[in-house]
C-alpha cells in the first residue's frame, strides 16, 4: 500500500474519531466542520478534501453501521420454506450486536435522535431486498386475512431498534448473546408462531 494512501486513511480515521467523540459531548446539530477539523488537528480544506459536509460524514458513517448488518444477513442460512431457523437468526444477531458492542460509541453517535427512525427504515429496505422472494413465499395470514410483508418488517425492526437502543444507552451488562436469545424469545415464542411461521428450535 502507498505511503499516501495510509495517510488518507489515518486523516479520515481522524475525522471520524473527532466527529464521533464531538458529537457524543454535544449533539450532531451543535457539531460545526471547525469543530471536527480543531478535534481532528487539521484544517478545513483536508476536511473538505474527505467530505462536502458534516451531514456527508454522517451518512458515511451510517453506511458502514449497514454495512455491520447486511454482511451477516444471509436469506438461505436462515429460512427455509415456512420455518425460520431461530438458532442461525440468533448466531447472526450475536454477531451484530457484538460488532455494535465492539463499537458502541460509534453506535450511539449514529442513534442519535431522529437517526433512529432513518436507520429502522433503511433495515427494512434491506430486510424488503433480499428477502422478498421469501417474505412472498411465506404468505403469513391471520384468521384466512394475509398479513402484509411490509408490516411485519416494520413491525421486527422496530422491536430490534428498540431493544438495541436500551441497549446502549443503559447500564445494562446483558451480553451479546444474552440480548440476542432474549429477543429471539420473545419474538419467536409468541409473535411469529401466532402468525403462522414455524420455528425451528
Same mark, same amino acid.
Do not use: C
Given at each position: 500500500? *502507498? $505511503?499516501?494512501?495510509?495517510?488518507?486513511?489515518?486523516?479520515? $480515521?481522524?475525522?471520524?474519531?473527532?466527529?464521533?467523540? #464531538? /458529537?457524543?459531548?454535544?449533539? %450532531?446539530? &451543535?457539531?460545526? /466542520?471547525?469543530?471536527?477539523?480543531?478535534?481532528?488537528?487539521?484544517?478545513?480544506?483536508?476536511?473538505?478534501? +474527505?467530505? *462536502?459536509?458534516?451531514?456527508? #460524514?454522517?451518512?458515511?458513517? %451510517?453506511?458502514?453501521?449497514?454495512?455491520?448488518?447486511?454482511?451477516?444477513?444471509?436469506?438461505?442460512?436462515?429460512? *427455509?420454506?415456512?420455518?425460520?431457523?431461530?438458532?442461525?437468526?440468533?448466531?447472526?444477531?450475536? $454477531?451484530?450486536?457484538?460488532?455494535? &458492542?465492539?463499537?458502541?460509541?460509534?453506535?450511539?453517535?449514529?442513534?442519535?435522535?431522529?437517526?433512529?427512525?432513518?436507520?429502522?427504515?433503511?433495515?427494512?429496505?434491506?430486510?424488503?431486498? &433480499?428477502?422478498?422472494?421469501?417474505?412472498?413465499?411465506?404468505?403469513?395470514?391471520?384468521?384466512?386475512?394475509?398479513?402484509?410483508?411490509?408490516?411485519?418488517?416494520?413491525?421486527?425492526?422496530?422491536? %430490534?431498534?428498540?431493544?438495541?437502543?436500551?441497549? #446502549?444507552?443503559?447500564?445494562? &451488562?446483558?451480553?451479546?448473546? +444474552?440480548?440476542? *436469545?432474549?429477543?429471539?424469545?420473545?419474538?419467536?415464542?409468541? +409473535?411469529?408462531?401466532?402468525?403462522?411461521?414455524?420455528?425451528?428450535?
Amino acid at each position: 500500500m *502507498k $505511503k499516501t494512501d495510509l495517510r488518507v486513511k489515518r486523516t479520515n $480515521k481522524m475525522i471520524i474519531d473527532a466527529f464521533i467523540h #464531538l /458529537v457524543e459531548k454535544s449533539g %450532531f446539530e &451543535q457539531v460545526t /466542520v471547525q469543530d471536527i477539523a480543531d478535534e481532528a488537528m487539521i484544517n478545513r480544506a483536508t476536511f473538505y478534501a +474527505h467530505y *462536502k459536509d458534516k451531514q456527508d #460524514l454522517y451518512e458515511t458513517i %451510517f453506511d458502514y453501521a449497514l454495512t455491520a448488518f447486511t454482511s451477516v444477513l444471509n436469506p438461505t442460512e436462515l429460512v *427455509k420454506g415456512n420455518l425460520i431457523k431461530v438458532k442461525h437468526i440468533e448466531l447472526m444477531m450475536t $454477531k451484530i450486536y457484538r460488532n455494535i &458492542q465492539e463499537n458502541r460509541k460509534f453506535y450511539l453517535t449514529i442513534m442519535d435522535g431522529s437517526a433512529n427512525e432513518i436507520l429502522r427504515k433503511k433495515i427494512a429496505d434491506i430486510l424488503n431486498e &433480499q428477502y422478498a422472494d421469501i417474505f412472498n413465499r411465506l404468505k403469513i395470514t391471520e384468521n384466512d386475512i394475509e398479513v402484509p410483508m411490509d408490516f411485519i418488517i416494520e413491525y421486527m425492526t422496530s422491536i %430490534f431498534i428498540g431493544t438495541l437502543h436500551w441497549w #446502549l444507552t443503559t447500564d445494562s &451488562q446483558m451480553t451479546p448473546e +444474552h440480548l440476542a *436469545k432474549l429477543v429471539i424469545k420473545l419474538v419467536g415464542n409468541g +409473535h411469529l408462531t401466532v402468525l403462522g411461521i414455524e420455528i425451528e428450535k
